[in-house]
């Protein structure tokens, strides 16, 4: 059973940054892709960014030149960069790993707000 503890999350103004972590218990290489979606109250559960086993990313248009997903092979870590954040920004952050099997952290609030 694959683990991945999120962290990093809190309360930001508007125009602020924070960065989220996603640790995962074993290599992320045994993985084809690894990712942050996020849920606001009310809404579905939505793609933010993804990055794969060879590096390649992709984002949601609507943090594009704003988030920037990156990993650390070493520590097994995922993170998401998000800078210029907006209040629309908040929501729960659920890291999520795909390959062969597909798992989720327990996600970590963050909440823009002035």
């Known amino acids: 059973q694959v683990q991945l503890v999120e962290s990093g999350g809190g309360l930001v103004q508007p125009g602020g940054s924070l960065r989220l972590s996603c640790a995962a218990s074993?290599?992320?290489?045994?993985?084809?892709?690894m990712g942050w979606y996020r849920q606001a109250p009310g809404k579905q559960r939505e793609l933010v960014a993804t990055?794969?086993?060879?590096?390649?990313?992709n984002y949601a248009d609507s943090v594009k030149g704003r988030f920037t997903i990156s990993r650390d092979g070493m520590k097994n870590t995922v993170y998401l960069q998000m800078n210029s954040l907006k209040p629309e920004d908040t929501a729960v952050y659920y890291c999520?790993?795909?390959?062969?099997?597909?798992?989720w952290g327990q996600g970590t609030q963050v909440t823009v707000s002035s």
């Open positions: 999520h790993s795909l390959g062969p099997y597909e798992y």
């Open positions: 074993e290599s992320m290489f045994s993985f084809h892709r």
């Open positions: 990055i794969t086993n060879g590096g390649s990313t």
